[in-house]
Nanobody, 120 residues
Framework: QVQLVESGGGLVQAGGSLRLSCAASGRIFSRSELGWYRQAPGKQRELVAD???????NYADSVKGRFTISRDNAKNTMYLQMNSLKLEDTAVYYCKAWGYYTVESRYEYWGQGTQVTVSS
């Protein structure tokens, strides 16, 4: 079992920065694929960025050049550095961990979410 706990959300003015953290329990963190997702009111949850167990990163076009995803396996923590925040970045941000216990046994865990609100 893995528990994911996000932190670092809050209210920030447009153009500002926030850093989200996702702390994980359990022993599978270092071999898990990790990602940040967000869901704005009335919209579907969407991928923001992900990072593989081999540290390969991928970003949504809307955040490229502004957000940076990273992970620290020694601390069982993933981060999302968000710069130049825009009004449209307002959403609940969720972290996700997924992978395979065995070839036939996939796992997927989500955090509870943290609110990010960008004001004008």
């Amino acid at each position: 079992q893995v528990q994911l706990v996000e932190s670092g959300g809050g209210l920030v003015q447009a153009g500002g920065s926030l850093r989200l953290s996702c702390a994980a329990s359990g022993r599978i963190f270092s071999r898990s694929e990790l990602g940040w997702y967000r869901q704005a009111p009335g919209k579907q949850r969407e991928l923001v960025a992900d990072i593989s167990s081999g540290f390969t990163t991928n970003y949504a076009d809307s955040v490229k050049g502004r957000f940076t995803i990273s992970r620290d396996n020694a601390k069982n923590t993933m981060y999302l550095q968000m710069n130049s925040l825009k009004l449209e970045d307002t959403a609940v941000y969720y972290c996700k961990a997924w992978g395979y216990y065995t070839v036939e046994s996939r796992y997927e865990y989500w955090g509870q979410g943290t609110q990010v609100t960008v004001s004008s």
